[in-house]
């Protein structure tokens, strides 16, 4: 992954330089391991500070939204496919975009990568190739990226940008024959008691600091649920019930659109998996409507629109 | 003041003991972090924690608080009377505390208790609440706390101290309040020479390990409207996704948001934490929020910490160095990086 950073430099600095995009959003190094940072960049003799590494998790389709001028972003597979849905979805302009595609491997979970290492305090986190060397006071330890991906790009299958204007490098191979579903159907086995008992857990540290949503690419309402106040319908207090239906709601304003970037889950200050609630909703769209989101531009979204003639029993 | 040696062992044991007359809020690992619960029987305290990931300020500032509770049905006699909701304010001691958690209580209490107000339920919780430290072996990377006035072993709000000494603690009273809770503790012995001299030994090395820094001395000299239409904001503020992460992690964010809730006809008035990058955080009942943009809101809250708090109090800034908002915002929005720039702007 590292070798896309200087091609990303080289790449912003000639957009940028022949007027192709007036900024340009990507990364910076971040200050602490596996932390990277949201940049844009407006001149092109600060293309350099640009960088590219497997701790590039959160998705960058997140600043595009009604964002005037011409933009030039880095894409990987899923932020791509957040940027197809934001085009879809009237937040953004094809036109205005110059789309670096980027086609990924995975990016690392900071959390995992801690957990391998007894929790001890990391100073530094080095990618080799397929390996990352983690460094703290008095102990180094190797690796290997695939034992410590982010779960949701262990079960990727769209690694490759789907829409772009230049690609960084030949297409990764796909991944096939992935269970992407194993842990959605255990949750759908459970009695509802269990169910609701899962669901509760998983919550139960959540501090409602709204980071999930606010680093999803799919929440710009301009006003969220759970923010209005006249009415207001959603408590402001940590009660667990008000928390509940944040987080259901939260999932089902993303039915459809989900593209599984993994953003919401890597930001949680707390660590809850709150992709647990998001992936049924994909499973669903997938199984009764064969939908992923975000693939094609000239497709409607499963979830607006209807033909007369569906062949699904539950549409007549 | 007493100064007494404890094996491990026995300061579990004693500390066990002590729960059965006050509640006792210990580390414990919860899952990838570590969290202050209360302990009793087959409680694990983590002696060995780096940091809490959420800090003890909500022992004495809950998350969501009842303040007041109301009765509407108009046939009560004692209808529409707000009425004080029962609180807990038993004594209780936190545990473990590192010492910027502890600085950081003095910097809360310059909001909460000061000359014109004096916020009842704070001041009766943290006057309840006995803060024994735990000093650092080994700080974290991100630890800054020796350039905001304390240090890994600062006793600043602390009213005992302990040495983590390998297999024994030395715990030192620094206050009445401290020497009450060493004297009613169960076990341990009087200290000797020589633990004490160790203590101060592991003082002066981990000092050394304390590697971040953050740069404060400017910031009193600028000019507060300079800084504030400074020309860097809309940068340090692009990446923000304005989620609460820095202000709910951080031990001195004291803002709240008082909020009715009825539910038929019996409501409660709740104060809850709230956060300066939220879009209800001074939102007027006009409909006028003078912070409606993102960069508002995340200068407000840097300006808050380093310009306006440090003007207020003179008494350097409201940040105890901590190191959680570094540690684990999103979008790695760094504020030794930010005040590096308003300080030297």
């Known amino acids: ?316 | 003041m007493t100064t007494k040696l404890f094996s491990k062992d026995d300061w579990g044991k004693g500390l066990l003991a002590l729960a059965k007359s006050i509640k006792v809020f210990v580390p414990v690992k919860d899952g990838d972090f570590t969290a202050f619960q209360q302990l009793s029987e087959g409680t694990v305290p983590d002696w060995a924690y780096q940091n809490t990931r959420m800090s003890p300020k909500s022992i004495v500032y809950p998350q969501s608080e009842r303040m007041f509770e109301y009765r509407l049905e108009e046939a009560d006699p004692e209808a529409n009377i707000v009425k004080e909701a029962v609180k807990d304010y038993s004594p209780q001691a936190l545990v473990g505390i590192r010492p910027c958690d502890a600085h950081a209580f003095q910097i809360v209490k310059r909001n909460f208790d000061n000359a014109e107000f004096r916020d009842p339920w704070w001041v009766r919780r943290y006057e309840t609440t006995t803060l024994v430290g735990l000093g650092c072996n080994e700080p974290c990377a991100t630890c800054f706390c020796a350039s905001v006035g304390e240090g890994p072993f600062g006793k600043n709000g602390l009213d005992v101290i302990l040495h983590d000494l390998g297999s024994r603690f030395l715990a030192e009273a620094l206050t009445p309040k401290g020497e009450d809770f060493l004297v009613g503790l169960k076990g341990g012995q009087p200290a000797g020479e020589k633990d004490i001299a160790e203590a101060q030994e592991l003082e002066g090395w981990t000092g050394e390990k304390i590697s971040a820094a953050i740069s404060t001395d400017q910031l009193k000299n600028k000019v507060v409207t300079q800084l504030f239409n400074a020309p860097f904001w809309d940068d340090v503020a692009f990446s923000c996704i304005n989620c609460g992460t820095c202000t709910y992690l951080c031990p001195t964010c004291w803002c709240f948001d008082i909020q009715d809730e009825v539910f038929g006809k019996q409501g409660d008035r709740i104060r809850n934490w709230d956060s300066c990058m939220m879009p209800l955080f001074t939102l007027h009942g006009s409909g006028h929020n003078p912070r409606d943009k993102k960069t508002q809101r995340v200068r407000q809250r840097f300006m808050h910490k380093l310009k306006y708090y440090v003007d207020k109090y003179g008494n350097g800034i409201q940040c105890s160095g901590c190191g959680r908002c570094v540690r684990f915002c999103p979008v790695n929005i760094d504020i030794r990086q930010v005040a590096e720039l308003m300080n030297n702007y």
């Open chain 1, 1 to 316: 992954m590292l070798e896309y950073t200087k091609k990303i430099q080289e790449t912003a600095g000639r957009l940028l330089s022949e007027g192709k995009a007036e900024v340009f959003i990507g990364y910076a190094k971040g200050t602490v391991p596996m932390m990277n940072h949201p940049v844009v960049i407006r001149d092109p003799a600060k293309a350099g500070t640009l960088h590219w590494d497997s701790h590039c998790g959160l998705n960058l389709c997140n600043y595009l939204t009604k964002m005037k001028g011409k933009i030039g972003i880095v894409a990987n597979g899923c932020n791509s496919r957040n940027i197809v849905t934001h085009i879809m979805e009237n937040q953004i302009a094809r036109d205005q975009l110059y789309i670096v595609g980027i086609p990924c491997k995975g990016m690392v979970d900071h959390r995992a990568v801690k957990r391998a290492t007894g929790n001890r305090e990391l100073e530094e986190v080095i990618e080799e190739g397929d390996t990352l060397v983690v460094r703290g006071r008095g102990f180094q330890e190797i690796i290997k990226k695939a034992d410590v991906l982010q779960r949701n790009c262990a079960v990727c299958t769209h690694r490759n940008p789907v829409i772009y204007d230049e690609m960084l490098g030949p297409p990764v191979e796909e991944q096939t024959g992935i269970d992407q579903f194993k842990d959605v159907r255990t949750i759908e086995e459970m009695t509802p008691e269990k169910k609701w008992g899962f669901f509760t857990r998983t919550i139960s540290r959540c501090i409602r600091c709204y980071a999930c949503r606010n680093a999803c690419p799919l929440c710009y309402c301009p006003t969220c649920f759970v923010d209005e106040s006249r009415p207001q319908w959603v408590g402001r207090s940590n009660d667990p019930t008000d928390t509940m239906t944040f987080h259901i709601l939260r999932a089902y304003h993303c039915a459809g659109r989900c593209t599984d970037c993994g953003a919401c889950e890597r930001v949680c200050p707390v660590g809850i998996p709150v992709r647990q609630f998001t992936k049924k909703l994909n499973k669903d769209a997938l199984e009764f409507f064969s939908w992923e989101a975000g693939l094609a531009t000239d497709q409607r979204p499963a979830l607006d629109t209807y033909k007369p003639n569906d062949y699904n029993e539950f549409i007549r």
